[in-house]
């Protein structure tokens, strides 16, 4: 395919309810979606970077910086196919996240035009795939158990509290207490530990968790894997894992015996698709992360999740445990899973009066 230029629009999206991690309260999500125009036709992409780099580098005004100067420009030219995107732009370091909406963009479009799926170019197994959801720090344990009661009675299969030093077992051992040991549990600090904090962190091994996300520091791998030697909770790393190669090197080291995939944070659904394959052949459960996208990321993360590797329910919750009216048809959880798209590409598009409502800014990037 040759690319004509890239439209950007930049959407406000409310979330129903504040979300509190130990790195941010985000109380609405300013979005970057980028729409490939194309010979063959148009694709859409969706970039999961939030607005300020705390939960990683990236941002988005950042991301629009570094796709205008760098990134798109490199696509130009003809016999551009999805798997090139990201050869072209492997010469720039980082990135991950806007890398991944545009490929996500060509993909769609490539895909749309051949009539084919996300899942079915991706590999996935399932029709549909089991839904967990992840609940953010809340100011008192009683809002926290309101809050889980109301997303187990929706039919979330598996609970996710976001923890950080103050908020951890408390919170863990009221949720056991309260839903009982069948509770699919586990946890998130997003990087808020240090390894001194070992022996309180082996306090929750008596809670029977899935896993701990991200305790330590993004670079701190050795540290990951000392701390797996020092507590019987699985240990998952998010942050730290930027590729397949990061993968492949944290399983044989023994800092991550599961690991979340999140595809922005990798570069692309084709990497995560390697990384997938990597925890695999390693014995290595994987699940789908999330960055609270839209319909647009939903539907891809959804075909994802759909792989064979993907045994423990992954942050693919339904569009109103963010939106009040997302920008696409909403995923609604049926018996706590989410249908995986069929049709061409990502098999969902914006509405274009529900994106019309939330956008902010568009500028066409001219190739
Ligand atoms: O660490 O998994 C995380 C949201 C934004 C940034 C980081 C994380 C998260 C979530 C929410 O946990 C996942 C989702 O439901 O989309
Ligand atoms: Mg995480």
């Excluded at 090139?84 to 749309?112: I, S, T, W």
Aim: with cysteine; hydrophobic share 45%; charged share 20%.
């Amino acid at each position: 395919m040759k690319i004509e230029g890239f439209d950007l629009t930049r959407i406000a999206m409310p979330l129903v309810s504040p979300f509190r991690t130990s790195f941010s309260t985000q109380t609405s999500r300013d979005i970057l979606l980028v729409r490939v125009v194309t010979d063959i036709g148009d694709g859409w992409g969706e970039c999961v970077a939030l607005g300020d780099p705390r939960y990683s580098p990236e941002y988005v005004d950042g991301v629009v910086d570094v796709m205008r100067r760098f990134l798109i420009p490199a696509l130009a030219g003809g016999g551009l196919t999805a798997p090139l995107v990201a050869e072209r732009l492997r010469p720039f370091k980082g990135h991950q996240m806007a890398k991944a909406a545009l490929e996500m963009a060509v993909l769609d479009a490539e895909l749309r035009a051949e009539g084919r799926s996300f899942g079915r170019e991706l590999g996935a197994v399932s029709e549909r795939v089991p839904c967990g959801v992840s609940v953010g720090i809340m100011d008192s344990v009683p809002e926290l158990l309101d809050a889980v009661d109301a997303y187990v009675a929706e039919g979330y299969l598996r609970i996710k509290l976001k923890i950080q030093p103050g908020w951890d077992l408390e919170p863990v051992r009221a949720v056991r207490e309260r839903f009982g040991d069948d509770l699919l549990l586990q946890v998130d600090a997003n990087t808020a530990y240090t390894l001194h904090d070992a022996r309180h962190l082996a306090k929750l091994d008596s809670f029977e968790l899935l896993l701990i996300e991200q305790p330590l520091g993004e670079h701190d791998i050795v540290g990951h894997a000392e701390l797996a030697r020092m507590v019987t909770t699985p240990i998952c790393l998010d942050e730290s894992i930027e590729s397949a190669a990061d993968a492949a090197a944290a399983i044989k080291l023994g800092a991550t015996s599961v690991v979340n995939i999140k595809p922005g944070r990798v570069g692309g659904y084709l990497e995560a698709r390697r990384i997938h394959d990597v925890c695999a052949a390693n014995g290595v459960p994987v699940w789908c992360g999330g960055m609270l996208e839209t319909g647009l990321g939903r539907a891809a993360n959804v075909a994802l999740a759909a792989l064979p590797g993907f045994t423990v329910p992954g942050d693919t919750s339904g569009s109103g445990r963010y939106y009040r009216t997302d920008i696409t048809e909403p995923f609604v959880l049926d018996d706590g899973h989410l249908t995986v798209p069929t049709g061409p590409g990502l098999g969902v598009a914006p509405l274009p009066d529900m994106l019309a409502e939330v956008t902010t800014s568009t500028q066409w990037v001219s190739l």
